[in-house]
């Protein structure tokens, strides 16, 4: 997945069905060859592209530990890591999407001006 092939990365723009077809054309599994292999010696999370990004993505830290021991023990196919990571990023580019369109002229009017800038409460030096 490369944003410099535009058909395989993931954009805050993209839909939800373009999101699940871009992880799985072209999210690199770490998965055995085989249902059989992977099932034996479970896939290699270092190289699975689905859960380097769930890494980024995954808010729950115990969930994410769940995630990378069923998909390397081999308890966990391809198949469903890819989809936990889909309904992620599916969520967070929804989230994005209606805040953004929240967004009106006269925000960014607001955020854009010159401004006087508050110090730092002592606290937070």
């Given at each position: 997945?490369?944003?410099?092939?535009?058909?395989?990365?993931?954009?805050?723009?993209?839909k939800?069905?373009?999101?699940?077809?871009?992880?799985?054309?072209?999210?690199?599994?770490?998965?055995?060859?085989?249902?059989?292999?992977?099932?034996?010696?479970?896939?290699?999370?270092?190289?699975?592209?689905?859960y380097?990004?769930?890494r980024f993505?995954?808010?729950?830290?115990?969930?994410?530990?769940?995630?990378?021991?069923?998909?390397?023990?081999?308890?966990?196919?391809?198949?469903?890591?890819?989809?936990?990571?889909?309904?992620?990023?599916?969520?967070?580019?929804?989230?994005?999407?209606?805040?953004?369109?929240?967004?009106?002229?006269?925000?960014?009017?607001?955020?854009?001006?010159?401004?006087?800038?508050?110090?730092?409460?002592?606290?937070?030096?």
């Open positions: 997945m490369s944003s410099s092939v535009p058909s395989s990365g993931i954009f805050m723009t993209d939800a069905a373009d999101i699940k077809n871009k992880v799985n054309k072209y999210a690199f599994s770490g998965g055995g060859v085989s249902v059989e292999e992977h099932k034996a010696n479970g896939g290699d999370i270092e190289v699975d592209v689905p380097q990004w769930l993505f995954m808010e729950d830290d115990d969930q994410l530990a769940q995630v990378a021991a069923d998909y390397s023990s081999g308890k966990m196919m391809t198949g469903e890591i890819k989809k936990i990571l889909i309904e992620t990023l599916q969520k967070f580019v929804k989230d994005f999407q209606e805040r953004r369109a929240k967004v009106t002229d006269e925000t960014v009017k607001h955020f854009m001006s010159i401004r006087k800038i508050e110090a730092m409460p002592d606290k937070f030096m």
